[in-house]
């Protein structure tokens, strides 16, 4: 069975801060997604990593696949209180021979003005 | 037009009621789904549908049942739902399952129900 595990589950930080949350698998994915939903709305596509090592930049957003893509990382630099949300990884791959799309176990994160 | 639009946003049931959920997308995707969302709980996967006929049924009880009626449209028929059955309700589209390329998933906003 592929699991992701995202960690820390929960986190509340200061504007300005840093900060990085972890999706961690024993799984290979093909490709791996983060998402970040606010309340009551639907997740939004936020990148997409494919290759082993990918690094991605969006703004103040890194994005990391591990080397051996069972593993990603999503580093926030200066975090703002509009960064406040659900953060969600996504991996796809195969689990023999069927396609499957797997959701992490979410990092809710809060950042104080 | 790059958006899945769902209706209603807010729903409130009552156990013996028949009610519909809808969602619509126009981005020419032929995979969509439909997800359930717990409070602070990652989506489940409910359904898939595939080029308008269903793929994927993740052991969903009949009381909710999908309808594909073409390739933009996806329903969820609900009838005699429980108050356990209250959460937020995503439909979800993407171009292809499997996908030919990776580009995840495009969601709507939800619908948020409640069964009283």
């Known amino acids: 069975t592929q699991l992701l595990e995202q960690s820390p589950q929960f986190l509340s930080i200061q504007e300005g801060e840093n900060l990085t949350v972890y999706c961690n698998s024993s799984?290979?994915?093909?490709?791996l997604q983060w998402y970040r939903q606010e309340p009551g709305e639907g997740p939004v596509l936020l990148v997409t990593v494919v290759t082993g090592g990918e690094v991605k930049k969006l703004k103040r957003l890194t994005f990391q696949f591990g080397d051996a893509r069972k593993d990603s990382s999503l580093h926030i630099t200066a975090a703002q209180p509009g960064d406040t949300g659900l953060y969600l990884c996504?991996?796809?791959?195969?689990?023999?021979?069927?396609?499957?799309?797997?959701f992490g176990t979410g990092t809710r994160l809060k950042v104080l003005a | 037009d790059t958006e899945v639009t769902q209706t209603p946003k807010h729903l409130v049931m009552g156990m013996t009621n028949k009610k519909s959920l809808k969602c619509e997308q126009h981005m020419g995707h032929r995979a969509m789904y439909w997800y359930k969302q717990k409070a602070k709980k990652p989506p489940e996967l409910m359904f898939v549908?595939?080029?308008?006929?269903?793929?994927i049924n993740e052991s969903v009880p009949s009381r909710f049942s999908p309808e594909c009626p073409n390739s933009s449209l996806l329903n969820l028929h609900l009838h005699a739902l429980q108050p356990e059955d209250s959460a937020l309700y995503l439909c979800a589209s993407s171009q292809e399952r499997p996908p030919l390329r990776p580009g995840g998933y495009t969601f709507g906003s939800g619908t948020r129900l409640t069964v009283v």
């Open positions: 996504a991996g796809e791959g195969t689990t023999s021979g069927t396609y499957k799309y797997i």
């Open positions: 799984s290979v994915f093909s490709s």
């Open positions: 549908y595939s080029y308008e006929k269903l793929s």
